[in-house]
C-alpha cells in the first residue's frame, strides 16, 4: 500500500496516450464512406439474354458478363430434359446492366446476342399443381389457332385448353391468354420461354395466379 500511495500520479499526456480498454470505436464516416456496399445492398438488376449456344453454362455466361462488371446471378433457362435452351438471365447492379446492354446485338461465337432490361416484377409463385400459365403481350391480331400452334410447334407445349380473352364490346383480342397444357413437362417448357419473341413481341409467360374461368365465346372471325 505504500509503493501505491508513493507512486506518481500519471500525467495528462500519459492518460491521452495510454489505449482505451473501452468497447472498440465504430469506423469513422470518413471510412465508412470509402468502403463499397455489398452487392447484396445495392439496387440489383436483371437483363434477358437470348441468343446463347446451348453448349454454354452458368460459369461461361457469369465470365463473359464479367466485363460489365460483378455479375450477381446468372439464371439459365432449362428445357424438359435439363439443357440449356440458350436464355439466361443476368444480375447486376444498375452500371452493369447499362454495359450488358451494350452488348445487345454483339457477337457471341457465330451466334448475334440478344441484351433486354427485364425490369419487370418477379413472376408470381406456382398456385398448387396447377398447369395453367399466364401469356400477355401478345399481338392484338393474334388468333386462337395461332396462339396454340406456337406453343405446341415451337415449344413443344401440348395445349388441353385455351382461355382466350376479348373485348366484351368488340370482340376484339386483349393481347393476353391462359393456356392450361396438357401435362408438367408442356407446362415447364412454356414458362422456361418466357421472353421467347412471336409476331414480333418479347411474351410474358408465367404462372397462373387465377382460378379457372369459364370460356367465353371468341369474337366475330376469332
Same mark, same amino acid.
Given at each position: 500500500?505504500?509503493?501505491?500511495?508513493?507512486?506518481?500520479?500519471?500525467?495528462?499526456?500519459?492518460?491521452?496516450?495510454?489505449?482505451?480498454?473501452?468497447?472498440? =470505436?465504430?469506423?469513422?464516416?470518413?471510412?465508412?464512406?470509402?468502403?463499397?456496399?455489398?452487392?447484396?445492398?445495392?439496387?440489383? /438488376? +436483371?437483363?434477358?439474354?437470348?441468343?446463347?449456344?446451348?453448349?454454354?453454362?452458368?460459369?461461361?455466361? /457469369?465470365?463473359?458478363?464479367? &466485363?460489365?462488371? @460483378?455479375? *450477381?446471378?446468372?439464371?439459365?433457362?432449362?428445357?424438359?430434359?435439363? =439443357?440449356?435452351?440458350?436464355?439466361?438471365?443476368?444480375?447486376?447492379?444498375?452500371?452493369?446492366?447499362?454495359?450488358?446492354? *451494350? !452488348?445487345?446485338?454483339? /457477337?457471341?461465337?457465330? !451466334?448475334?446476342?440478344?441484351?433486354? *432490361?427485364?425490369?419487370?416484377?418477379?413472376?408470381? $409463385?406456382? &398456385?398448387?399443381?396447377?398447369?395453367?400459365?399466364?401469356?400477355?403481350?401478345?399481338?392484338?391480331?393474334?388468333?386462337?389457332? $395461332?396462339?396454340?400452334?406456337?406453343?405446341? @410447334?415451337? !415449344? @413443344?407445349?401440348?395445349?388441353?385448353?385455351?382461355?382466350?380473352?376479348?373485348?366484351?364490346?368488340?370482340?376484339?383480342?386483349?393481347?393476353?391468354?391462359?393456356?392450361?397444357?396438357?401435362?408438367?413437362?408442356?407446362?415447364?417448357?412454356?414458362?422456361?420461354?418466357?421472353?421467347?419473341?412471336?409476331? /414480333?413481341? =418479347?411474351?410474358?409467360?408465367?404462372?397462373?395466379?387465377?382460378?379457372?374461368? &369459364?370460356? +367465353?365465346?371468341?369474337?366475330?372471325?376469332?
Amino acid at each position: 500500500t505504500d509503493d501505491l500511495a508513493n507512486a506518481p500520479a500519471p500525467s495528462t499526456d500519459d492518460l491521452a496516450n495510454a489505449p482505451s480498454t473501452d468497447a472498440p =470505436q465504430a469506423p469513422s464516416t470518413d471510412d465508412k464512406a470509402d468502403a463499397p456496399a455489398p452487392l447484396s445492398t445495392r439496387s440489383v /438488376r +436483371r437483363c434477358y439474354v437470348g441468343g446463347l449456344p446451348w453448349s454454354e453454362t452458368e460459369e461461361s455466361v /457469369r465470365e463473359f458478363f464479367g &466485363q460489365c462488371g @460483378d455479375v *450477381a446471378k446468372v439464371d439459365l433457362q432449362v428445357d424438359k430434359k435439363g =439443357q440449356f435452351s440458350g436464355i439466361a438471365f443476368v444480375s447486376g447492379d444498375a452500371a452493369f446492366c447499362e454495359k450488358a446492354l *451494350a !452488348l445487345d446485338g454483339s /457477337r457471341y461465337g457465330d !451466334l448475334s446476342l440478344k441484351v433486354r *432490361a427485364d425490369n419487370k416484377r418477379p413472376p408470381p $409463385e406456382r &398456385q398448387g399443381a396447377s398447369l395453367t400459365a399466364y401469356a400477355g403481350n401478345l399481338a392484338f391480331d393474334t388468333t386462337k389457332d $395461332e396462339i396454340v400452334a406456337f406453343f405446341e @410447334d415451337e !415449344l @413443344d407445349a401440348k395445349v388441353a385448353n385455351l382461355r382466350y380473352h376479348t373485348d366484351e364490346t368488340t370482340g376484339d383480342f386483349r393481347g393476353f391468354c391462359h393456356v392450361e397444357f396438357q401435362d408438367e413437362g408442356s407446362l415447364q417448357n412454356a414458362i422456361t420461354a418466357s421472353g421467347s419473341t412471336f409476331k /414480333r413481341r =418479347q411474351l410474358r409467360i408465367s404462372h397462373s395466379v387465377t382460378g379457372k374461368k &369459364q370460356q +367465353r365465346p371468341p369474337g366475330p372471325g376469332k
